[in-house]
Every structure is written in C-alpha cells, then in structure tokens.
C-alpha cells in the first residue's frame, strides 16, 4: 500500500476524505510529515497549516487543534477542533478578527486563563490570515479563481 | 347521539386543532431538518473519537498507586500537570470498590412527543428490574424538565439537573455536564456512569440507547469481571456489542493496540484528549436527542393533524345526515299538514 487513507473530521463536519501520498500537520513538537508506512502515533495539534499531498492534488488546510491518530494500514484520522481549506477562509474576516484579538491583547485586564484564551485567539487569526495569502494565487476549485485581488 | 349545534361546535373546535398541529408539524419539521443534519454530520466525528479511545483504553498508563507516591517532591505547577495526568488515566481505569452508578438522561423539555420520554424511563426501569440493588445505587443527573419531572415524581436520587436549550445546543453548554461527569466518577464511588439518550435512526424511528461514558476501558472489564457482576448479565445488549467490538479490535494484529507512539507523551495527549472525548460523547448524544425529539415531534403532529382530518370528516357526514334528516322530517310534516288542510 502506498498511500493514507485520510480523513479529516470536526465535530460539524467531514472536511477532506482523501487516499494521500503523504500529510504535513503542525503538532506540539513541531511540524510532522507522515508518509505511508508510519508506525502507530497519536500526537496532539496545535493551531497551523495542515499540507495534504495526493497523487493529484495538494490540499492546503487551516486546523485550529485537535489531535491526529496514526493506525496500523496507514489508516490516518485527524480529530481537529476545526479546520478549513484555505480557499474558504474569509480574508476579510481573519483580518478582523486578528485586529480585535491584538486589540484585546492590547487592553488585557484578568486571569492568566483569560490571557491565555487571548492569545490563542490571536494567534489562531493570524495562521488564518497567513494561509489564506500564502495561497491566494492557487485557484479556488469551487469558482476556479484565485482569490488574490489584482 | 349529538345534536346538530354541538356536532358544529366540534367541528370547529377540531379544525382549529388541526390548525395548530398543523403549524406545530411545520416548525418541527424545520427544526427536525437542521437537527438531523447537524446529528449525522458530527457523528463521525464522535465516533472516530469513540475508537481512538476504546484502543487507547487497553494501553497501560502509569500505576496509579506508584503515581501518587512521589507528590510530595513536585512544584506548584508540576502538581497541577500532575493532577491533570492522574485525572486521565484514572478516567481509564475501574475503581472495584465502587457501588454508584451515574446515569445521565438526556430528555425533552416539552411533550407531545409520543413516547420520547416514556421509553428513555423505560430503558432506566429495565435496567432496575434487572438489579435489584440498582435503585439504592444509582444517581440521576437528568437534562431536560421531562426527566426532572419523573425523578422529582418518583423520588428518585437526583444529583444534578441541567438546563436543556429548547433552541438549538452549543457545546459550551454541556461543559459543565461533561465537568460533573468526570469529577463524579474521579471521586472513585462510581463504578461506571452511564448515558441513556435517544438515538436517532430515521425520521420514523428512533431508539432509546443507553450507553456507558466512563470508564472508557470498559471492553477489558465486561470481560473480566466476574460471572457474579451483575452487569454483566443486565446490560445485555451493551454487552454484545461490546463484544462485537472487542472481536474487531482483537482482530487487529496485538501490537497496534499496544504500540502507540505518543507524541509528545502519553500523560500530555491523553490530558488533553480525554476531557475532549467524554463531551463529545455527551454533546453527540444531545444532538441526536435533539433530532430524535423533533423528528419524533413532527410525525406525532402529522398524525394528529391527519387524525383531526378523519375526525371532522366523519362529524361532517353525521352532521350532514343529521341535517338531511331533519330536512325530509320537516318536508314530511309540511306535506302532512298541507294533506290535512285539504
């Protein structure tokens, strides 16, 4: 067998469900790439760009954490929190978002939880916003256009 | 036999009934569509995390004995990490003392809904019949007014009554259940704690399912356990499919139960995982009660509104032979009375 059976779900939906040829994910150590073959591996994720390679295509996600599970006939599931393809997150909206989350940060006033909290959220936007233009001269499968605006 | 005035107040009164099942079948219907979806979409997901669970139960963590030894030389913080360990592996293990048993049932808030409500108590009871010390042992936490009602009715043991949205859940609000759940059964009184919820297999039929939430290691102990446990008897059908479950896993070669690498350990991943896992069983068996009650909801209305539809068809003929009646019966007296003056 040379591909991962994988599936990427959240607790809304089943996000990609793909035969791959390898898949790079952002765990707690570090960015991880599995390729078939690999031994039995449960690690926890952490917010990041997740790269699924097929024969065909490449598939550019965005995870905000979870966990990913590697089984015996590379069968590969992720559990993540959420996830998205980058051709789906909002440019507008990350942008936002990030600005309210820095100027949440900015008048912090509570708990180190709380800060904690603050801080994920920002650093969550800012993955998102990075993706998105990272790959925004990728055409979109669903409209066939890039979303970079020219 | 009615007379002719109260057969027309009926008929009114039974179509302006039909009026209301009627709407309350449309919104159900609504609600019953955006339920279902949201049920069967994050059913893989709770699924999968059910499996991942169910093979990391069979791996040994530390002894907890041998854990608790060394507290005393930890930090502050090393403390709560530590505790936060403990907390997960002991979520995986049996406390064999134990009598309790939780059980969480997740209900409706409001009726007419046929038997919803009637066959999730039933589920409890049979499993009461069946043990005879089970009443004395088990502790209710109940989501939804109709299981506060019973528990309340039948003087049962009620620990914990949550709130259910009667709109739409979002997972922060079961949390706290989830929380309850966990510190109940970390108090090591309970033997397992169990979820009984309505699980939803089609818009005709759902199915009142009991489920057991902790110990997550449950497949190793059914086992095990002796042929005396009473349990193991009771929850018959938990059982076989546990089994079932079982032959899949021992299905697998041995070392993929048990070679697991965890990145960056057991003890952080498991932290993390656990708490994940029991509230995505709870908030998966929300949501399929969820659908199953306006699924359930919406064809007891269709019936109701198809009922009241025969029944003001069959007033309509009486009231329709009744008036014919009493019109040949005037006709015949007029005709009579006309031959009489003649």
């Given amino acids: ?150 | 036999m009615p007379g002719i005035k109260e057969l027309k107040t009926r008929i009114r009164s039974v179509t302006s009934t039909r009026k209301i099942t009627h709407a309350m079948q449309m919104v159900s219907a609504a609600k019953m569509r955006k339920n279902q979806t949201a049920a069967l979409m994050s059913r893989t997901y709770s699924s999968l995390a059910w499996e991942l669970i169910n093979r990391l139960g069979r791996i040994k963590l530390h002894d907890t004995g041998e854990m608790e030894k060394d507290i005393s030389s930890l930090s502050d913080h090393d403390l709560k990490e530590f505790e936060a360990e403990l907390m997960a592996s002991k979520l995986m293990s049996v406390f064999p003392k134990a009598t309790k048993t939780g059980v969480i049932i997740i209900s409706t808030n409001k009726g007419l809904v046929g038997g919803f409500n009637t066959n999730l108590i039933n589920k409890l009871r049979e499993i009461e019949t069946a043990n005879e010390s089970f009443e004395q042992v088990a502790e209710l936490l109940v989501m939804g007014r109709k299981a506060k009602d019973y528990a309340v009715r039948y003087n049962k043991r009620l620990v914990a009554d949550f709130p259910k949205s009667d709109n739409w859940t979002p997972i922060e609000s079961i949390y706290a259940l989830a929380k309850m759940a966990t510190d109940l059964y970390l108090t090591g009184q309970y033997r397992q704690i169990l979820i009984i919820y309505s699980h939803f297999v089609s818009t005709l039929t759902q199915t009142a399912s009991i489920k057991q939430l902790l110990p997550f290691t449950q497949i190793h102990n059914l086992r095990a356990a002796p042929k005396k446990d009473e349990e193991e008897n009771t929850l018959n059908e938990l059982e076989k499919e546990n089994i079932a479950e079982e032959e899949e896993l021992e299905g697998l070669p041995e070392a993929s139960l048990e070679e697991y690498l965890f990145e960056p350990s057991p003890e952080t991943v498991l932290k993390h995982l656990v708490p994940r896992i029991v509230e995505s069983q709870i908030y998966q068996a929300v949501l399929e009660s969820d659908a199953s009650e306006h699924s359930a909801r919406m064809v007891m209305m269709k019936n109701a509104t198809e009922a009241a539809g025969d029944l003001i068809a069959d007033y309509t003929l009486t009231y329709n032979q009744l008036r014919q009646n009493k019109i040949t019966t005037e006709l015949s007296e007029i005709t009579a009375g006309k031959i009489a003056l003649e």
């Fill in chain 1, 1 to 150: 067998m040379n591909f991962i059976t994988f599936q990427l779900v959240t607790p809304e939906r089943t996000v990609l469900s793909k035969e791959l040829s390898s898949l790079s994910c952002p765990t707690t150590l570090g960015q991880i790439t599995i390729l078939p073959g690999h031994e039995p591996l449960v690690a926890t994720l952490v917010p990041g760009e997740l790269h699924a390679k097929s024969a065909k295509e490449d598939f550019f996600l965005f995870v905000s954490g979870g966990f990913v599970q590697v089984n015996h006939g590379n069968k590969v599931v992720i559990l993540a929190d959420a996830a998205e393809h980058h051709y789906e997150i909002d440019e507008q909206r990350a942008k936002e978002a990030k600005e309210q989350a820095e100027k949440a940060l900015k008048e912090f006033k509570g708990g180190s939880e709380d800060y904690a909290k603050v801080a994920t959220a920002l650093e969550k936007s800012l993955t998102r916003l990075h993706i998105t233009r990272k790959h925004a001269h990728k055409k979109n499968p669903l409209t066939g256009q890039g979303t970079m605006n020219e």
